[in-house]
């Protein structure tokens, strides 16, 4: 473990030991204070939350970790798929290295999704959960009809078979990685995606990548394409029965400019993310919290200001006892 002390306070960083390698993280806050897990976005890694930490209460503990295949983290072994479940298990076996019994969560896009899938799946384990432009699930309802049904049903199978397809073409192909110069990566990663800006895009470059003489290479496994390739898609009767389970207090904050739904091309469709929060609402009652802030996908990281109250409040705030069917 290797630590420094800076202007945002007190950081580590963390190498946790996992079956394939090891899983980097980094710290803030008090040793001493209630501890919250940070999860990254898609192709993103804990650089994410670098700007928004130091504006939240000093007095928690925060540790945000790079997923597997992301950031300074292990990549999975050969054969190993990046699906849905595995990287819910990474936070299972980061917090059992931490020695975490309780502790909230603070999900980014991604990493909300699969923060809520652990709630659900460990819900005792839970106490707050902060959903940052993000749902605890997706839905696989882009469908009005028994038509669009059976479409939708033959999309996810065909994501299944694209996974499974892809990753073999990645580890049969002997392609060396992609060097180039920093001005052309942060191009590259400013065109792919118009939501993070040219600060915010070199922060996550300087976990995301490596210095060689001629360049820059990018760390995450090349196995890791779109986000619809590795995520399950539930039914509407799912997500009802999944999130009755949480024990967990929720705050959702959505950029009014921010994404509906991890299929892009859907993303006018804002039914699914609607159904998701009148549920959350009517299921969770007072234990639900849902907030609009200006500001696009990345907010939290372009302007934290923005939310950093917010979720500060949150944090700190005691829990009544949650809802009871």
């Given at each position: 473990m290797k630590v420094r002390l800076c202007l945002s306070g007190l950081i580590s960083e963390l190498k946790l030991a996992v079956p394939w390698g090891h899983i980097a993280a980094k710290a803030w806050g008090s040793l001493n204070g209630s501890p919250v897990l940070c999860l990254h976005g898609w192709l993103d890694n804990a650089n994410s939350f670098?700007?928004?930490?130091?504006?939240?209460?000093?007095?928690?503990?925060y540790v945000a970790m790079d997923f597997g295949g992301h950031g300074l983290s292990s990549h999975y072994s050969p054969g190993v798929p990046y699906c849905h479940q595995n990287f819910v298990n990474e936070i299972r076996r980061v917090v059992a290295a931490l020695k975490w019994n309780r502790f909230s969560i603070m999900g980014h896009s991604f990493g909300?999704?699969?923060?809520?899938?652990?709630?659900?799946?460990?819900p005792e384990m839970v106490?707050?959960?902060v959903l940052l432009d993000s749902s605890p699930f997706v839905l696989d309802f882009h469908v009005r009809s028994w038509a669009f049904m059976h479409a939708e049903v033959e999309n996810l199978l065909t994501?299944?078979?694209r996974a499974i397809e892809y990753t073999l073409q990645v580890e049969a192909s002997e392609k060396p990685s992609h060097v180039v110069s920093p001005e052309q990566m942060l191009q590259g990663l400013?065109?792919?995606n118009s939501h993070v800006s040219e600060k915010c895009g070199e922060l996550l470059l300087q976990r995301g990548t490596t210095k060689v003489a001629t360049g820059l290479l990018l760390n995450r496994d090349r196995r890791i394409t779109l986000p619809e390739l590795s995520l399950d898609f539930i039914s509407k009767e799912l997500f009802v029965h999944f999130i009755r389970k949480?024990?967990?207090h929720v705050l959702l904050i959505k950029a009014v400019h921010g994404y509906y739904d991890v299929r892009r091309e859907n993303d006018?469709?804002?039914e699914p993310f609607l159904f998701i929060i009148d549920m959350l609402k009517s299921t969770l009652k007072e234990q639900f919290q849902f907030v609009e802030v200006p500001g696009t996908h990345y907010?939290?990281?372009?302007?934290?200001?923005?939310?950093?109250?917010?979720?500060?409040s949150f944090l700190q705030s005691k829990p009544r006892l949650p809802y009871q069917l």
């Amino acid at each position: 473990m290797k630590v420094r002390l800076c202007l945002s306070g007190l950081i580590s960083e963390l190498k946790l030991a996992v079956p394939w390698g090891h899983i980097a993280a980094k710290a803030w806050g008090s040793l001493n204070g209630s501890p919250v897990l940070c999860l990254h976005g898609w192709l993103d890694n804990a650089n994410s939350f670098d700007r928004l930490i130091p504006l939240l209460p000093q007095d928690l503990h925060y540790v945000a970790m790079d997923f597997g295949g992301h950031g300074l983290s292990s990549h999975y072994s050969p054969g190993v798929p990046y699906c849905h479940q595995n990287f819910v298990n990474e936070i299972r076996r980061v917090v059992a290295a931490l020695k975490w019994n309780r502790f909230s969560i603070m999900g980014h896009s991604f990493g909300g999704i699969v923060a809520g899938m652990f709630s659900c799946t460990f819900p005792e384990m839970v106490d707050k959960l902060v959903l940052l432009d993000s749902s605890p699930f997706v839905l696989d309802f882009h469908v009005r009809s028994w038509a669009f049904m059976h479409a939708e049903v033959e999309n996810l199978l065909t994501y299944k078979r694209r996974a499974i397809e892809y990753t073999l073409q990645v580890e049969a192909s002997e392609k060396p990685s992609h060097v180039v110069s920093p001005e052309q990566m942060l191009q590259g990663l400013l065109k792919n995606n118009s939501h993070v800006s040219e600060k915010c895009g070199e922060l996550l470059l300087q976990r995301g990548t490596t210095k060689v003489a001629t360049g820059l290479l990018l760390n995450r496994d090349r196995r890791i394409t779109l986000p619809e390739l590795s995520l399950d898609f539930i039914s509407k009767e799912l997500f009802v029965h999944f999130i009755r389970k949480l024990q967990a207090h929720v705050l959702l904050i959505k950029a009014v400019h921010g994404y509906y739904d991890v299929r892009r091309e859907n993303d006018a469709d804002k039914e699914p993310f609607l159904f998701i929060i009148d549920m959350l609402k009517s299921t969770l009652k007072e234990q639900f919290q849902f907030v609009e802030v200006p500001g696009t996908h990345y907010v939290h990281m372009n302007e934290p200001q923005h939310v950093a109250s917010i979720i500060g409040s949150f944090l700190q705030s005691k829990p009544r006892l949650p809802y009871q069917l």
